[in-house]
């Protein structure tokens, strides 16, 4: 073993002890592996109401729905988050009924089916971020 090789492996001996990788981070990134696609084209989150919020945190947090715009060459995918109760209203533009949206999380995914006008919606249960995938778009994780 060379003298670099050694160095590296110490390192990382000591980066796994001082700071472990927590468990519930692990799960998240190895059930995300699933997921992915090498033919997929990444939406790019263009609008996020979050960063127009005031920097409020706790209860005196600003309540409302999330809302969040991706876009992928001529797709675009606006979304909104309502909690209570939680849930995903989303618009495809262009509207294209073609396909369905799947909404993707940690622990599996739920297909929807999109109208006439591009719409399309599904409840969010339970915590955790999603993503979403309409044909070859995927949107990127969010944590609603």
Known sequence: MDEDSELEARLRRAVAFLDPV???SLRVAREA???RALDAELAELAFDSLDDAA???GPGRAQGPRFLTFRAGE???E???TDPPRRIVGRLIPADTAEPVRIRRPGGS???TVDALGRFTAPLSGPGP???RYGRVVTDWVNP
């Open 22 to 24: 927590p468990p519930e």
């Open 33 to 35: 592996l699933v997921f």
């Open 55 to 57: 920097p409020v945190r």
């Open 75 to 77: 797709t675009t995918i």
């Open 79 to 81: 979304v909104e988050v």
């Open 110 to 112: 739920t297909t929807v």
């Open 130 to 132: 999603f993503s979403l």
